[in-house]
């Protein structure tokens, strides 16, 4: 059957309890009552109770275990797992009922009751829409009014599709109700209460999706000329809400990860600027007023509504710059939330999109640690800008290539604040050297076999001094006799060696369960460099024989069980442990870490200015042992 039916008529016509027979279910009547039961759950006594129409309601059922309520087109979705119009047409079918026979071409070929329902949600919003709310929260966050509204967005302060409703006859009440259902712009309520069961009314059964007061913004996806509107997300009217209300409700209709907010208009904006052949920029952003706000400065933007970039969206994003023909540039700039998730959502953004063909990736890179006035998110950072010079102008400060990220990931940040000139310059030579080469060798895996080139010419255009720094990386000559590079891969200074042995030794200190006297570790990390040369300094005396290896301070030492029990035996014959101090364990470690980079590929070795040849290091781990009154001393462990 492909006509469409008069579904009030429909309702009116089938009494309920057939239905339930005819569902395979067994109704029995309890004087005035016909009872069932529910196939909704487990239901061992009748609970499904059948209502008849009154004139005011059509025949219903309602399940007092459950909640489960409904007319007969829901009963038969739920029990048989179809569509709104499938069962209407399986009821009809099974009561007689044919479909009218004048039906013109156009009511024939009405869309789906999903289509129907979005119409409607969108002409609802539009007739209920609070123009003097929206116009103030436009105002407060300075955004341009006729825009926004433009762009689809209305201000709803409660439940309108429900009161629209109302107004609807049974018939195309039942329809629209599924098919809103579908789209979650409504969602049905279960009230338990006998009482008031046969006196429900639509506010009673169903409530909008955005029944608290929102800025709804419709979410389009296709293109510009074959736009499909998707869903909708519904903005808290407040800047902040109160506490358990969320700041963004979505409807249901749509899997967000295969969506991006904005994509019709901002794809169109990078294909028509491309097809000029003028370089061409899309921003890629979180929310929706952050696209929003870019948008309306002329700069094209889409959100992922989230961190995460869905395998669609993706796909997209290549085909996009597959597409471009032109020989100018095209360029993906990351501007997600000034926050650690937002950096962190960069960070996973960077490794999927930097091998892009035909892509100049791009981060701005805000230092919001240390500039927290710049703005938490895109939205807030260009609020008060007005022209999309001024927002290029302002951007171009923080626009970075993206491999910034991962070198902020390799130096243990979250912003761009270690890589502005001053901080940059203070790290220590060793921490940039390392995180340098880090990134070299993550660039590296990314890339896979493919060459470095694109990553490597857009850190040469750029005049940051890490960003140089790390395109020597990339392009270091390789020697030809090792393989290894020219610029060593070690700690050549004595300094920087000893401080990472202090760090090895303090970590070593605190794991497993020997004591460890945190505090005087605190104090040698505070007086780091003097600690550093003291250790030093008794070390070359021991070498040069001036003095024979003294402990800084008796061992700690404490009786542990040999392992975890409750067993006498076990607990009555425990181990003595001991822990060097601080200071002592410093030099030892400093020892260590010189033995094992002992090695012959290392260019001072290969120049014959080794560890060894400097410092006999075997006279001080050669050392006998001394008795003192506090037992054995040992001069390295």
């Given at each position: 059957m492909d006509g469409r039916y008069d579904v009030g008529n429909l309702l009116a016509r089938i009494p309920l309890d057939e239905v339930i027979e005819r569902l395979g279910m067994v109704a029995t009547r309890r004087g005035a009552t016909v009872q069932a039961l529910c196939p909704f759950h487990q239901d061992t006594r009748p609970s499904l109770n059948l209502y008849p129409a009154d004139g005011a309601t059509t025949a219903h059922y309602h399940c007092f275990a459950c909640g489960a309520h409904g007319n007969a087109i829901d009963l038969v979705k739920k029990v048989q797992g179809l569509e709104f119009l499938p069962a209407v047409q399986w009821l009809a079918q099974q009561f007689g009922i044919k479909s009218p026979t004048r039906l013109s071409k156009q009511r024939a070929n009405t869309a789906s009751a999903s289509e129907l329902a979005r119409k409607f949600a969108v002409r609802t919003y539009d007739e209920r829409h609070d123009d003097q709310r929206f116009t103030a929260w436009c105002a407060e966050r300075e955004f341009n009014r006729d825009f926004l509204y433009e762009r689809g967005l209305r201000c709803i302060t409660n439940g309108v599709l429900v009161d629209?409703?109302?107004?609807?006859?049974?018939?195309?009440?039942?329809?629209?109700?599924?098919?809103?259902?579908?789209?979650?712009?409504?969602?049905?309520?279960?009230?338990?209460?006998?009482?008031?069961?046969?006196?429900?009314?639509?506010?009673?059964?169903?409530?909008?999706?955005?029944?608290?007061?929102?800025?709804?913004?419709?979410?389009?996806?296709?293109?510009?000329?074959?736009?499909?509107?998707?869903?909708?997300?519904?903005?808290?009217?407040?800047?902040?809400?109160?506490?358990?209300?969320?700041?963004?409700?979505?409807?249901?209709?749509?899997?967000?990860?295969?969506?991006?907010?904005?994509?019709?208009?901002?794809?169109?904006?990078?294909?028509?600027?491309?097809?000029?052949?003028?370089?061409?920029?899309?921003?890629?952003?979180?929310?929706?007023?952050?696209?929003?706000?870019?948008?309306?400065?002329?700069?094209?933007?889409?959100?992922?509504?989230?961190?995460?970039?869905?395998?669609?969206p993706m796909e997209r994003l290549k085909k996009l710059a597959d597409?471009?023909?032109?020989?100018?540039?095209?360029?993906?700039?990351?501007?997600?939330?000034?926050?650690?998730?937002?950096?962190?959502?960069?960070?996973?953004?960077?490794?999927?999109?930097?091998?892009?063909?035909?892509?100049?990736?791009?981060?701005?890179?805000?230092?919001?640690?240390?500039?927290?006035?710049?703005?938490?998110?895109?939205?807030?950072?260009?609020?008060?800008?007005?022209?999309?010079?001024?927002?290029?102008?302002?951007?171009?400060?923080?626009?970075?290539?993206?491999?910034?990220?991962?070198?902020?990931?390799?130096?243990?940040?979250?912003?761009?604040?270690?890589?502005?000139?001053?901080?940059?310059?203070?790290?220590?030579?060793?921490?940039?050297?390392?995180?340098?080469?880090?990134?070299?060798?993550?660039?590296?895996?990314?890339?896979?076999?493919?060459?470095?080139?694109?990553?490597?010419?857009?850190?040469?255009?750029?005049?940051?001094?890490w960003a140089q720094q790390l395109h020597g990386e990339l392009t270091r000559v390789e020697t030809s006799h090792s393989g290894l590079p020219e610029r060593s891969l070690y700690l050549e200074e004595v300094l920087p060696r000893a401080a990472l042995a202090r760090s090895l030794a303090y970590h070593g200190a605190r794991r497993g369960e020997l004591p460890s006297d945190e505090g005087i570790w605190q104090t040698m990390g505070g007086n780091a460099r003097l600690f550093d040369q003291i250790a030093l300094d008794r070390l070359q005396a021991v070498m040069a024989g001036d003095v024979l290896w003294e402990q800084a301070a008796p061992f700690d030492a404490v009786q542990l069980p040999r392992k975890l029990t409750a067993d006498p035996k076990v607990l009555d014959d425990p181990r003595l442990k001991v822990m060097p101090h601080p200071a002592d364990l410093l030099v030892q470690q400093i020892v260590l870490n010189e033995l094992l980079s002992q090695r012959h590929d290392r260019p001072a070795e290969r120049r014959g200015s080794g560890f060894f040849r400097q410092h006999p290091s075997r006279t001080l781990v050669c050392l006998p042992p001394r008795s003192s009154g506090h037992g054995v001393e040992h001069a390295a462990q």
């Open positions: 629209a409703l109302q107004s609807k006859t049974v018939g195309e009440r039942a329809e629209l109700i599924d098919g809103l259902q579908t789209l979650g712009l409504v969602k049905r309520l279960h009230p338990r209460s006998p009482s008031v069961q046969g006196k429900l009314n639509l506010h009673d059964q169903f409530q909008d999706c955005f029944h608290d007061g929102r800025v709804v913004i419709p979410i389009y996806g296709g293109t510009v000329k074959q736009s499909e509107l998707l869903g909708f997300a519904g903005r808290a009217l407040q800047s902040t809400p109160p506490e358990g209300v969320a700041k963004y409700l979505l409807t249901s209709g749509f899997e967000k990860a295969k969506v991006l907010f904005n994509e019709p208009s901002a794809f169109d904006a990078v294909k028509q600027t491309a097809k000029a052949g003028l370089p061409a920029k899309l921003y890629l952003v979180e929310g929706f007023l952050d696209a929003l706000r870019l948008q309306s400065l002329g700069l094209p933007a889409v959100a992922l509504m989230g961190t995460s970039l869905g395998k669609e597409e471009s023909d032109s020989s100018a540039e095209l360029a993906y700039s990351l501007f997600l939330d000034n926050d650690p998730a937002g950096f962190t959502a960069t960070d996973r953004l960077v490794r999927r999109l930097l091998d892009l063909h035909g892509v100049n990736l791009r981060w701005i890179g805000m230092p919001w640690r240390s500039k927290p006035a710049l703005g938490k998110d895109p939205d807030t950072c260009l609020r008060g800008l007005l022209t999309a010079d001024q927002a290029t102008t302002w951007l171009q400060a923080f626009d970075l290539p993206a491999e910034a990220v991962l070198l902020v990931q390799a130096l243990g940040g979250q912003d761009a604040s270690d890589l502005q000139p001053e901080r940059y310059r203070q790290l220590a030579p060793t921490v940039r050297e390392r995180a340098l080469f880090r990134v070299g060798m993550a660039l590296r895996r990314l890339y896979g076999g493919r060459p470095t080139e694109l990553a490597a010419a857009r850190l040469a255009a750029s005049g940051w001094e």
